[in-house]
């Protein structure tokens, strides 16, 4: 008896212990990581997935102005997106939001176009060689942020890294990044056409342009000249300058002639605020707008990166540009013919008086609720206007100071305003001069600042030695397992 | 020797008598005077006996000075000797040591008395008595080491149920059975807490018997069953009660908020908002939105069984309203139940538990910032609740909205029809084994509808669907094509079905009088299985909630019409065996043994092993214990291990479930991206529990239990930060779960029961329980020094966290230590505050370096945990003459609050603390200036952290039933009355809405960002039985 049961014990056990294929069970109607690459539609999808993270240089526009003396930080308070408000005070530290998205989404991209280059040998098609070079031409915009803001960043190139591998993690010296980001760039130079048959992708143009930058940032000047003749002369795209200054921000003028390298928004997605790096629109033309306005022809926004007085008075009365970058909120109201019934709302987050008239939520342009977060208004990233001011620079410090002038005075002549002559230096901050012109609003001034030497004279706060380079976000550091060295100073 | 003279003499009697042999009868009943039938009526000293019928009565033959022994399990026994009368009514008295009562443990039952581990139990009628929604609102405060928190007061509202502390960031959840059928935590809602016979709660190493799911504790909650032999009984309840708010805030009105208004924007150098500040009271906002609510619920449930099977069957409905959203925050629940137990064949028997319940609920936007009391507190009194016949729109605030319009066009509605079911067979081998299989499963369909009208709240309102006033919709341009964005309807349906297969064999005997051995050896897999469907329809033509059906929608080509799917699937399958050992009920000692497979987890650490080990010694059972004043002392020690494997599906695999959009050609295209970062060497939370326990009986009426415990939990299952460089931070991408991190919880736990019975009828029950916890994280992931939880205010920093050395989800910030009186003291200070002016909080200098830094953490320190020190409750139940008087009473004590409900803006409303703001040198030390301009008094800082110690009168019950002599007449066994309140009041100095304010993720716990509260419920009803 006492044997049966023994047994009956016995079989339950190997019952079980032979149940456990029970346990082998697949994810349903989704695809594993390691088993795509299939098709060509898959290597298309991954890329797509590449692109995403464009959408979140949003905060460029926020970080490059905010840091510099074009704009104040703004906001409901001092405690409304912290981090930008230290980087308006330069008190920013080793734990700030901000930054830390900016090094996670732009890994993310890096990561996800990586994935990309770990599979790019499975199958072979044709149009496989244009996906990886906008592939590259995506790793590289991603590094070149990167490097940007902080310095010396981890390279990683053609692999995804591993949870054990972080600890190992060492910060790549920067002339390393500039040289992956630049044969990258020319690697998609190489492969991408002049002109793509969809908008949004990555052209031929926008890898010279992009690579114009690097260079420029690297001061390599005569390099950077030939890099960025290659648009202006060559111009097979044909790039030209859009005549109204005005409404060249307007949605409707989106896409024009004018755009080299162009972040793709859209209106059509709703978004929360619990995800950001979510959202199919541009977060920073909601956020641009008046607090609580109630009036035509703007939207109501959060009062983020607000110009300040001395950008205002830096435009001459007659330059319209001064219009098309800065919208002087009371002036405007006092012009509507009904100005008693229009009101909006002072943040405590700071007050100017002026708004961002470039990014900003217009009433005929908003998306799909919550329209604070998903404004259909693209990011310029370069435009031709950059490109001749680039060029122009790129000449004067390398000895061209005729054509540094000629390209310089095609963007001021795009705004009637008379042509420079200076030579030499002068000449040279005419060109820093109109690049503020040009360009405030843009997310440009900072790091213009910071590579031509010229911060620690006109940003209160800045430290030489110091506030060229953002820190590493700290936990960042940790998480990499404490051995790279924050940058100095920090 | 003694004994054996005595049988011989009694054996003489016999004799003597044997002659005269006469017929008795009579009637058993229990001391309420309910016939108790199945009664064992035996002549003592021979095999004559016989058993009472449905109704009490038996028939027996015994002569004249025979002994009747009359005995049933649960009543005292009772020995009567035949006299000269045929007629021997005899009345029992329920036993009164609770240490004989049965309670239920893993895959078996045991008497109190001889368990090892340590159990608590909480009787059905103690549950029911509470007139609570949800059972585990009926459980606070019943159980030491069990603390509910509540996360919503709202009608279908959830509470947390922690079984010896918080012991991970994740699923804190216990595991649940009802009647052995997996019930989830969240799904408490649809069981009827009428329907309970008892809740039995294993919460420490023991509880191992279900291995990889146990670490959270178990309970075991068993349904009413029916007793064979008993003759159909019918229970009729019913009661009918009316909620109201238990408390209102201390907000501004019109008058005071315009003179501190002022003050503000005059501080802030800005214009003065009003020129006259002389505008009354204004707008009450709270009078508007709360209101009185009914409650009610109705019950009907028939008992019984015939020799071979029992049964219960019931119904109940219970609806609730909300007293914030009255029939918007609705709940409603019908409960059928049939519960059927057989005897298919000699020693085969079948039991049958099906319990149906249909619910119906309706949600208002609550707890966070937008919800309705949110914007209740927030919104100015100086705006009247309606202008022109249109709520008023709030135009100075942002992102505060008219509470009134919310709920208005709030259409939030939800249906669930679950069945939960088991069918088993138990088949007694011999005396010695019992063999049991079954099936149980729990299938629910829950429909949601959730409408979204065109709505203007006001300019610049984020919840805004229409463009303007008019309810014109928002335009859309998708290419050529212009689209109108209307109304929508989303709807969903999900089906959830949970099912185990078990088997297992049962084994108990007794060796030589005094060795007994008992088994249990099983197996048992556990499959779930879930899919749900979405669809949002546009364009639903009015605007019309009538017409709000996808079926209706009227969207241009189905442009913007929405459809979703998911469909999910997890394994578990185990064996277990526990082997029992006993010598002579003295000693025990008891091990466990489970092997658990889960389909969580890869193939590198799918299997995981869970032994546990417990021990008991009754000390009073030994020769050398004199009996005293103690009747009883057992000392009882555990240890074991187990686990929980609750981490979400296919973790240790990267899925490419993350999101990938961009725009080309002004539209949207999405592709594919990695979600979670995959981790194939994922393996389950363990929990290894050490438990020292102490039961006693004293003076014949006082049960005693002590437990000691040490709870560490390890690998907890994170997903934690990580490098940026791993690229986990995409859309839809999440860092990979990953085993990092322990936590320890210790604590005591105290259970005190008294009972007194005195003839003069007076019967009083006491019970107190009393834990004591502390709570700390021993490790977080490798390199991390923290894992941050909720955020404070709108874009605020993070307030707690996870962090080595302190209790899970502890709140940091600034301390502060009174109010800057002046420049000359801001500028004599040893300690600069960059920006401070008179008036602002004085913050603290943690690191010394002479400087307050806001910039980085030198500064921030522990300002507050979330986990109270101390949990208290006590119950009491007395009846006297057929009155009867109950009380609940609950304490928690030393856990914080962070009042997160005060909107910082401009113009929004403010608590009546701002009156006493400082306003010049020595005006206060407390509450700072008030300033529209840049202030570091909205950092967090222990300003915002309160005391949230309450003490609550949870229910008091005060009850009478007619004397049977009246109840007779009525043709009925039993009528009761009752009037009661619960949450009639609460002993705080917590300045919100209600002070239990709970959380599912233990990081959010304590974080008040406007709770909907408990109502205070005045009720009256009836219990008719017969």
Redesign the interface.
């Known amino acids: 008896m006492r044997k049966i ?1 023994l047994s ?2 016995l079989a ?2 190997i ?3 032979s ?2 294929y ?4 697949e ?8 088993n ?1 690459f299939d098709t060509p539609e ?1 290597y ?6 590449v ?5 979140t240089s949003y905060l460029h526009i926020w970080i490059g102005e905010i840091a510099s003396d074009n704009s104040i930080a703004g ?8 981090g930008l408000h ?1 980087i308006d005070n330069m ?5 700030n939001t901000e930054l ?1 998205d900016i ?3 732009n ?6 176009a ?2 990309i280059f770990e599979h790019k040998d499975k199958i072979d098609f044709e149009g496989k060689d244009q996906i990886l070079a906008e592939a590259k031409f995506l790793r590289a915009y991603y590094h070149f942020v990167l490097t940007t803001y902080f310095g010396d960043v ?1 390279l ?1 190139v053609d692999r ?2 591993s ?1 054990s591998e ?2 190992a ?1 060492e910060r790549t010296p920067r002339s390393q990044v500039y040289a992956q980001v630049e044969a990258d760039l020319n690697d998609a130079i190489n492969v991408l056409p002049d002109q793509q048959a ?4 990555i052209t031929k143009g926008a890898a010279i342009a992009l690579l114009g930058k690097v260079q420029l940032y690297q001061n390599k000047f005569s390099e950077a000249a030939q890099t960025l003749d290659r648009i202006i002369s060559q111009n097979q795209a044909g790039y030209d300058l859009f005549p109204d200054f005005e409404t060249l921000f307007y949605v409707i003028n989106e896409n024009n002639s004018e755009d080299v390298f162009t972040v ?6 709703g978004g929360d605020y619990g ?1 950001f ?2 959202l ?1 629109g541009n977060p920073a033309v909601g956020f641009h707008g008046v ?4 009036g035509p022809f703007y ?2 926004g ?1 009062s983020y990166n607000l110009p300040t007085q001395d950008l205002y008075d830096f435009f001459s009365e007659n330059d319209p540009r001064r219009e098309g970058t800065i919208l002087d909120i009371d002036a405007f109201i006092s012009s509507q013919p009904n100005a008693g019934e229009i ?1 909006y ?2 943040g ?3 007050h100017t008086g002026y708004f961002n008239n470039k990014y900003i939520k217009r009433l005929d342009e ?1 998306g ?3 329209d ?1 977060l998903t404004s ?1 208004l693209n990011y310029r990233v370069i435009r031709y206007a950059d490109v001749l001011l680039m060029a122009a620079e790129a000449f004067q410090q390398s000895g061209n100071d005729e054509r540094a002038r000629t390209e310089l005075n095609k963007v001021r002549q795009r705004v009637d305003m008379p042509a420079i002559t200076s030579s030499g230096n002068q000449l040279l901050q005419d060109i820093y001069r109109e690049r503020r012109l040009e360009l405030s609003g843009e997310g440009y001034r900072f790091f213009d600042l910071v590579r031509t030497g010229r911060a620690s004279d006109v940003i209160q706060g800045f430290v030489p030695g110091k506030h060229e380079l953002f820190p590493i976000p ?3 550091i ?5 051995n790279w060295q924050q940058n100095p100073n920090y | 020797m003694k004994k054996i003279l005595w049988f011989c003499l009694a054996m003489c009697i016999n004799c003597s008598l044997w002659a005269q042999t006469i017929a008795i009868s009579g009637t058993v009943t229990d001391e309420t005077g309910e016939p108790l039938p199945g009664v064992s009526v035996l002549k003592v000293n021979s095999t004559v006996g016989t058993v009472t019928d449905l109704d009490g009565r038996y028939n027996i033959n015994a002569s004249q000075g025979d002994q009747l022994r009359f005995s049933f399990i649960g009543f005292t026994t009772v020995t009567r000797t035949v006299g000269s009368s045929t007629t021997i009514d005899v009345e029992m008295d329920s036993d009164v040591s609770s240490l004989d009562e049965v309670v239920v443990v893993g895959y078996g039952t045991a008497k109190k008395k001889e368990l090892t581990g340590a159990t608590s139990q909480v009787r059905g009628e103690s549950i029911e008595k509470m007139n609570m929604p949800r059972v585990d609102q009926a459980l606070q405060g019943k159980i030491a080491g069990v603390n509910i928190s509540t996360n919503s007061g709202a009608p279908g509202g959830t509470s947390n149920i922690r079984i010896r502390g918080v012991s991970t960031s994740g699923q804190n959840n216990p595991l649940i059975l009802v009647d052995g059928v997996i019930y989830d935590a969240e799904g408490l809602n649809a069981l009827n807490p009428n329907d309970i016979e008892s809740v039995n709660v294993l919460k420490d190493g023991t509880a191992g018997i279900y291995g990889v799911r146990a670490a959270n504790g178990v309970i075991l909650i068993e349904t009413k069953k029916g007793a064979v032999n008993s003759k159909p009984s019918f229970n009729v309840g019913a009661y009918y009660g009316v909620q109201s708010t238990a408390r209102q805030l201390d907000l501004l009105n019109s008058r005071e908020y315009a003179i501190l208004k002022n003050e503000a924007f005059a501080a802030g150098g800005q214009p003065l908002p009003f020129g006259n500040t002389n505008l009354g009271l204004g707008t009450d906002w709270q009078n508007a939105v709360f209101a009185e609510a009914p409650i009610q619920e109705y019950n009907m449930s028939v008992t019984g069984g015939t020799a071979k099977s029992s049964y219960s069957i019931g119904g109940s409905y219970f609806a609730q309203e909300g007293i914030v959203g009255g029939p918007k925050a609705n709940f409603e629940r019908y409960n059928a139940r049939i519960n059927f137990t057989t005897e298919l064949a000699p020693r085969v028997r079948l039991t049958n538990v099906l319990l149906y319940t249909h619910e119906q609920s309706s949600t208002i936007p609550q707890g966070g910032i937008g919800s309705v009391l949110y914007n209740t507190v927030n919104a100015y009194p100086t705006e009247p609740l309606r202008i022109d016949g249109r709520y008023s729109y709030l135009d100075n605030v942002n992102d505060i909205i008219n509470p009134l319009a919310q709920m208005a066009n709030t259409y939030n509605d939800a249906w669930v029809n679950k069945i939960v079911g088991k069918e088993e067979i138990s088949y007694e081998i011999n005396d010695k084994f019992t063999a049991v299989g079954r099936a149980g499963y729990n299938y629910a369909l829950v429909d949601t509808k959730n409408f979204n009208p065109l709505v203007w709240y006001g300019t610049g309102k984020a919840p805004n669907t229409a463009r303007n006033a008019n309810l014109d919709p928002v335009i859309l341009n998708i290419g050529e094509l212009e689209i109108e964005r209307g109304a929508n309807v989303s709807e969903a349906r999900n089906t959830f079905f949970d099912y185990n297969l078990e088997a297992f064999l049962n084994y108990a005997e007794t060796f030589d009088e005094d060795h007994r051995v008992r088994g249990t050896a099983g197996v048992s897999y556990i499959g779930n299985r879930s899919m749900g469907l979405s669809g949002v329809g546009f364009n639903i033509p009015n605007n019309d909630p009538a017409l709000a059906d996808i079926s209706a929608n009227q969207a241009a080509g189905g442009f913007l019409n929405n459809v979703g799917s998911f469909q999910t699937r997890q394994r578990l399958t185990s064996v277990f065996a526990r082997a029992e050992y006993d010598y002579k009920q003295r000693y025990f000692i008891s091990g466990i043994v489970r092997r658990d497979g889960s389909s969580n987890f890869g193939a590198n650490n799918r299997i995981g092993y869970f032994p546990s080990i417990s021990t008991a010694w009754i000390i009073s059972e030994e020769d050398f214990f004199g009996s005293g004043a103690i009747d009883f002392l057992k000392f009882r020690a555990s240890y074991g291990l187990s686990g929980n494997d609750q981490i979400g599906l296919f973790r240790y695999r990267g899925l490419l479930n993350g999101q990938a959009s961009y725009v080309f050609n002004d539209l949207i295209v999405n592709g594919a991206a990695i979600g979670t970062t995959s981790n194939p060497d994922l393996k389950w939370e363990t929990t290894e529990q050490t438990n020292f326990g102490v039961d006693a009986t004293f003076f014949g009426g006082i049960d005693f239990t002590a437990n000691y415990f040490i709870k560490n939990t390890r690998d907890l299952l994170f997903q934690p930060e990580v490098s940026a460089l791993l690229g986990s931070y995409g859309a839809g991408g999440f860092p990979p779960v990953i085993n990092a991190g322990n936590v320890r919880n210790r604590g005591i736990e105290l259970e005190l029961g008294y009972d007194l019975r005195r003839a003069s009828g007076l019967n009083i029950r006491l019970d107190y329980n009393v834990t004591f916890l502390d709570n700390k994280v021993t490790s977080v992931p490798t390199g991390l020094d923290f894992i941050p939880g909720a955020p404070f205010g709108v874009g605020g920093s993070v307030a707690t966290r996870f962090e080595v050395g302190y209790p899970i989800g502890y709140f940091v910030g600034y301390q502060t230590d009174g109010i800057w009186q002046s420049e000359e003291e801001i500028a004599s200070s040893s300690v600069a505050q960059p920006g401070a002016r008179p008036g602002d909080l004085r913050f603290v200098d943690q690191n010394g370096d002479g400087q307050i830094n806001f910039g980085d953490d030198s500064d921030r320190t522990m300002i507050g945990s979330p986990i109270p020190n101390v949990i208290m409750g006590f119950n009491m139940a007395m009846d006297f003459k057929g009155f009867d008087l109950s009380a609940n009473v609950y304490a928690a004590l030393g856990q914080d609050i962070i009042r997160n409900y005060e909107r910082q803006q401009p113009y929004a409303n403010m608590l009546s603390y701002n009156l006493e703001r400082w306003t010049g040198p020595g005006t206060t030390d407390t509450y700072p200036r008030l300033t529209t301009g840049q202030t570091r008094n909205t950092v967090f800082s222990d300003f915002y952290v309160e005391d949230g110690s309450f003490v609550r009168l949870r229910n008091v019950t005060l009850g009478y039933t007619l004397p049977r002599t009246v109840t007779e007449n009525l043709k009925i066994s039993s009528l009761r009355f009752y009037v009661a309140a619960n949450n009639l009041f609460t002993l705080t100095r917590y300045m919100g809405f209600d002070p239990d304010v709970g959380a599912g993720n233990p990081l959010f716990a304590g974080v008040d960002n406007g709770i909907y509260p408990q109502a205070r419920t005045v009720m009256g009803g009836l219990n008719i039985k017969f």
Not at chain 1, 75 to 82: A, H, I, L, Q
């Open positions: 049961y009956i014990i339950m056990g019952m079980v212990t149940c456990d029970l346990l082998d069970i994810p349903e109607y989704t695809q594993d990581a390691e795509f898959d298309e999808r991954a890329l797509v997935g692109y995403d993270l464009l959408q906001g409901e308070s001092v405690n409304d997106s912290r230290e008190t920013h530290g080793g734990v830390r090094m996670r989404w890994y993310t991209g890096i990561a996800r990586n994935y981890p990683i995804r890294l949870l972080v600890s993690s969809e908008i949004g992708r793709q928004y859209s209106g059509q997605q995800c790096v979510c199919q607090r609580q306005y109630t939207g109501d959060n009101s709302a002072v405590a987050g700071g908003r799909l609720p919550d604070d259909p700290q936990v960042e940790d998480l990499a397992g404490g």
